[in-house]
């Protein structure tokens, strides 16, 4: 697919395949007009589009074309004595199936490639969205449903694309060419097939209405089973250390529970639909043998006539029972559909600004907070941050600390604009920051998260995610100053070793010493240190220490800190209590205020009292 019509793609998946409901606001099913929203997919392949076209119609002519051919053979072959002629018939007919084989070749690879290049082409479009949707969609949506959303209902859209959707239109032609070609023979069994067409569609329509529903609740619940299980094999070790296995399985066997009894509704329903046309259906095909066989036996029709109708028949019949067993796949794949374009027209509330303002090319490192409130999306009573001012001078370290829930890591989520602040401003280099393009501003900074995030490849890569264009010398560089190269060296293939998922090849203190030697090569403007030596035993922690003092050096650095030792080397520390600064200043002037730093210091720092009474002494 060219860079062209991905774009195209991108542009077009909001395309209103559902509408809005106006009292909830969220999307409204339109039934199977929910499939016009993979149209922007299928645009880009028109060429294809028409092959497959060309070679249904072809398959669909020569199937009919078989009947006049049979008619013509019992007529004329089978009623004569010239062998001739008879074996012309037969290698006709021959001919008829040998091009039935072409163009169901073709039709069957045309499709069948469409549907995957289609379906790769949506996996890859909802991928992009939602991988910039703000931290606010993911409160409120778990990954396992996102993730259901791009295998599940992918297969069954890829389903339709690949193979209900020309089977439908297939059957389509027949249904057409093949009542055509009953009405030249026989306009009176035509009329009989036409007078049943009504009885059989009526509970198509009425099944497919409870049809679409079921399949929708059912791709609900299996999105359900998907985010049960994902949840718990996340925290596996949490589920085993408390003894829990059996209460999850329990939750996930009632959630598998729960989503056999929609399929088991969903498919008696499609069950009961399969049967009630396939009765109606062949009662059709035996009124016409009847009324066929009395007027042959009535002089009133031939032999050839009479096979020639009964392959109508059966093909205008068969037609409408294929139709009405993709009509099922149809609801389906609009369910599926409909999910997909929840997804795409999900609305980031951080996006890049209309006239985006430009940072500093040089960067340094200046940031301001000034009376900023926000509360959390799915905690809208509770103020998070409230009338919040803070300003960092270049390369000023400011150490962050107050009681969990103080609103901390609340100001990281707003610096790297995860969010947008209620009220008040953020600004970085002397620009508002809702100002700028989301991307240029986290550009400016490096995170050390308390719990370090790891990738399932190797530590090179996971090292490289802080600058991928960064050399295999920079990366060990890196490492080295990180602490992380003496631990590394030793693994069965060094840098290339892979870590496995979410690194649990390393202890908890590698894989922070690997979080920080990526900071360390993203080479911030500012660093965001969020207890970054948490998880590290005292050796460790002095070496990453010394590396991060390094760092530090003429560098804007903010802490989230509970350590003595990061505290102390602070040039200011700024205390924050439900959501506002209620002190700030050095180590020795908070602890003569005798506030809540005072407080948290002696809870926290109660192990390092000699440090403690040694600073204050010197201050």
Known sequence: MSEQNKATADQDVIEPGIVNDEKSGRPKPRKVNALKGLMPFVRPYRLQVGFAVIALTGAAGTTLAIGQAVRRMVDNGFGTSEGQLLDQYFVALFGVFSLLAVFTFARYYTVTWLGGRIVADIRQAVYRHVIDLDRRFYEQTKTGEVMSR???????????????????????LMFMGGLAMLIITSPKLAGLVLAMVPVVVVPIIFFGRRLRKLSRLSQDKVAAVNARAEESLNAVQTVQAFTQEAYEKLRFGNAVSETFAVARKRIAVRAWLTAVIILLIFGAIDVVLWLGATDLAAGRMSSGELTACVCYAIVVAGAVGTCSEMWGDLQRAAGATERLLELANEEPEIRVPENASPLPAVPEGRLSMENVRFHYPTRPEIAALNDFTLDVRNGETVALV?????????????????YNPDAGTI???????????????????????????????SALENIRYGRPDATDAEVQAAAQAAGAAEFLDRLPDGYATELGERGQRLSGGQRQRIAIARAILRDPAILLLDEATSALDAESERMVQDALDTLMHGRTTLVIAHRLATVLKADRIVVIDQGSVVASGTHGELMQQDGLYARLAKLQFGQDRAALAGTEAAD
């Open 402 to 418: 107050g009681p969990s829930g103080a609103g901390k890591s609340t100001v990281f989520q707003l610096l790297l604009r995860f």
């Open 427 to 457: 600004s970085l280099d002397g620009v508002d920051i809702t100002r700028v393009d989301p991307s240029q501003v986290r550009k400016r900074f490096g995170l050390v998260p308390q719990d370090a995030v790891m990738f399932g490849t």
């Open 150 to 172: 791009l295998t599940v209902d992918t297969e069954l859209i890829q389903t339709v694309v690949g193979s209900s959707a020309s089977m439908a239109l297939r059957n389509l």
